[in-house]
């Protein structure tokens, strides 16, 4: 994976370049407007996308172990076999969401819409959903 700076990323997303398979663990990317962009394979493990807007982005495969989630819009995100593994998602919109496959092991997701998203293959058993929305 590639290393990138902060900078870096808001260059590449106002020229609608893609962000697949760079190394952008550990960066603080809250609030940013990321909607549609390319995260495909993407290591985000540890990062803050706190506020973020990921509306129709792809993160398909991209890891996102441990990450500060809170409040990001997700809405039709494809997070297809996406590792969520202990990331937190609190009041995060998951709304059309595709998760399937995704690895959501001791992630929170308290308070969270998921109205319409499909959870197919994936394993809720460890992971928080206090006062979620799943209709």
Aim: proline residues 0%.
């Amino acid at each position: 994976m590639t290393e990138i700076s902060v900078d870096q990323i808001r260059k590449k997303i106002l020229k609608n370049h893609s962000l697949s398979g760079l190394d952008l663990s550990g960066l603080n990317l809250r609030n940013m407007n990321m909607r549609g962009v390319n995260l495909s394979e993407a290591n985000l493990s540890d990062c803050s996308l706190w506020g973020t807007d990921l509306k129709q982005a792809k993160l398909r495969r991209a890891n996102l172990e441990r990450a500060n989630l809170n409040y990001v819009d997700f809405r039709y995100a494809d997070l297809r076999d996406t590792n969520l593994k202990e990331a937190t998602l609190i009041m995060a919109n998951l709304e059309h969401a595709i998760l399937n496959g995704a690895t959501i092991s001791r992630a929170n997701f308290s308070f969270c819409n998921l109205r319409y998203a499909n959870l197919v293959g994936v394993c809720t058993s460890s992971a928080i959903f206090h006062e979620s929305s799943l209709d």
